[in-house]
């Protein structure tokens, strides 16, 4: 995994935690090292810290998404909600609060790493009308064009997809594709949900919001 903060001192905690804990992690401390990295090097998953020298970990977040659907967590201050927001906008998976502990972002990498692996068996692909997902492949289709998905609006569509025709709930979506709790004022799911709306295009019709209450993928 790739690790980028400019608070060396932390970033020497975490990553002598994270590999005790089985990663191997690589950490650089500019956001322009981070993307560099992320783009050229084999990464599973990249961390990022919002405030970052040479550019912030949004801008690297917005080089890296050009070109790659790497899993990405940012870390952001507490209280940094139009920055949290901006992240997920350009593709973010997931953001962790500041200050962290290491077995916090330990629990989300994992969180993440499975539920972006695909299964051993690729199994049936999952329709509704015209949208077609592959989970093993984790490939989706509008009327046989590809569309891409980072790996947690993938997740979010799923979820939406293998409980089509009834409502789900964003705490059920949290669990389910994010692998965390729903928190109180958390509006990832809406972000991931605008998203996913805007690539599907004609789509997006198939998704109706329940207002209060969650979310509905139409069957047919």
């Known amino acids: 995994?790739?690790?980028?903060?400019?608070?060396?001192?932390?970033?020497?905690?975490?990553?002598?935690?994270?590999?005790?804990?089985?990663?191997?992690?690589?950490?650089?401390?500019?956001?322009?090292?981070?993307?560099?990295?992320?783009?050229?090097?084999?990464?599973?998953?990249?961390?990022?810290?919002?405030?970052?020298?040479?550019?912030?970990?949004?801008?690297?977040?917005?080089?890296?998404?050009?070109?790659?659907?790497?899993?990405?967590?940012?870390?952001?201050?507490?209280?940094?909600?139009?920055?949290?927001?901006?992240?997920?906008?350009?593709?973010?998976?997931?953001?962790?609060?500041?200050?962290?502990?290491p077995r916090e972002l330990a629990a989300r990498l994992r969180a993440i790493l499975r539920r972006v692996q695909p299964p051993a068996e690729g199994g049936a692909p999952l329709a509704a009308g015209d949208l077609t997902l592959w989970p093993g492949k984790r490939r989706v289709e509008w009327r046989g064009q590809a569309i891409e998905l980072t790996s947690m609006e993938f997740n979010v569509l799923e979820v939406l997809m293998r409980n089509a025709g009834r409502l789900v709930s964003k705490k059920e979506i949290s669990e389910q594709a994010l692998g965390r709790p729903l928190a109180r004022y958390d509006r990832s799911i809406d972000v991931h949900l605008s998203s996913i709306r805007h690539k599907l295009g004609d789509a997006a019709a198939l998704i109706r919001?329940?207002?209060?209450?969650?979310?509905?993928?139409?069957?047919?």
């Open 1 to 101: 995994m790739l690790l980028a903060d400019d608070d060396v001192e932390l970033s020497d905690m975490l990553t002598e935690y994270l590999e005790r804990d089985g990663f191997s992690v690589t950490a650089v401390h500019d956001g322009e090292s981070a993307a560099r990295l992320a783009l050229e090097g084999d990464f599973q998953i990249a961390v990022l810290d919002v405030m970052m020298p040479r550019i912030d970990g949004v801008e690297a977040l917005r080089r890296i998404r050009q070109s790659s659907r790497i899993p990405v967590i940012m870390l952001t201050a507490r209280g940094d909600d139009v920055e949290r927001i901006v992240g997920l906008e350009l593709g973010a998976d997931d953001y962790v609060t500041k200050p962290c502990t």
């Open 209 to 220: 919001t329940v207002r209060g209450m969650g979310y509905h993928l139409v069957k047919d």
